[in-house]
């Protein structure tokens, strides 16, 4: 359990940064990260991929954010994946710096004490795609389109199908990398890309549904809930009932479990510290 107990700090406000790239917001404890280069169909550059870490890891520790949203201030397209013009031979981009970066990104999300929810309203492509596939929930609009196309242009999208493979079966997977073809987002939904699918003008709604449940909830308790979850995916079965019954005698001990425990037998709200303190 002491993995995943980080002290947390009191830093307050959120400054938004990479303008060029992102256009960041928090309010009610929920951080909003909107894809904004518009002109580059909001490209996965080295620039971006830098300027999405920076403001998911930022202030990641301070008990006031409790949810981070990811998406895009254009509609059409959520993200159209790498630039491919940093993927040419003639490119100063270091290729080995690009994917090395992206993957730092996804496992950022993964890594983030809060849940990542990705909001979708339009075609999230190749690793547009990945970024869709590594976020903890994902809610896209009924004209949006998801796609692994890279062997069209002679890039199979390898690091992409890695979050693409362990959200849904292989054998979709395989359809979608193998011949580029998109899927809907009732298909997406259908195979597990995505955790929702509702009308566009319903996506607003349904995320502040979402992180409106999020924000009522123990934030130390979902933290150890989200690093278990992603822990327990590779562990044999065996393995992640002990790891899980440990977690769970370690999440008893903890203020907020009893404190949860003791408002539900006194028929009252929770009043939640936040904190990883024990009794």
Known sequence: ????????????????????????????????????????LNSLSLEMLKALMS??????NNQELRSIVLTSV????????????ELTATSNKSHTEVFETCSELMQAISE????VIAAVDGLAAAAGCQL??????????????????GANLGIFCSTPGIPL??????????????TGFPISGREAYECGLVSKVVPT???????????????????????????FLHEQIN??????????????????KMRDAQEGIRSFLEKRKPKWSHDYEKN
């Open 1 to 40: 359990m002491g993995r995943y107990i980080t002290k947390a700090l009191s830093i307050r406000g959120m400054a938004s940064v990479n303008k060029k790239y992102v256009e960041t917001t928090q309010k009610d404890g929920v951080r909003t990260i909107q894809l904004s280069d518009s002109a580059s």
């Open 55 to 60: 403001e998911i890891k930022k202030d990641e």
């Open 74 to 85: 254009t509609g059409k397209v959520f993200s159209a994946g790498h630039n491919l013009k």
């Open 112 to 115: 983030s004490p809060v849940p």
């Open 132 to 149: 869709v596939a590594a976020c903890d929930i994902a809610v896209c609009t009924d004209r949006s389109l998801f796609s692994t196309p």
């Open 165 to 178: 493979v362990r959200n849904v079966p292989r054998k979709n997977a395989s359809y979608m990398l193998f």
């Open 201 to 227: 003008d319903k996506l607003d709604e349904e995320v502040h549904r979402i992180t409106d449940a999020i924000n009522k909830k123990s934030r130390s308790v979902m933290h150890i809930g989200k690093m």
């Open 235 to 252: 562990l044999d079965v065996t393995t992640a009932y002990r790891r899980g019954t440990e977690t769970m005698v370690e999440n008893l």
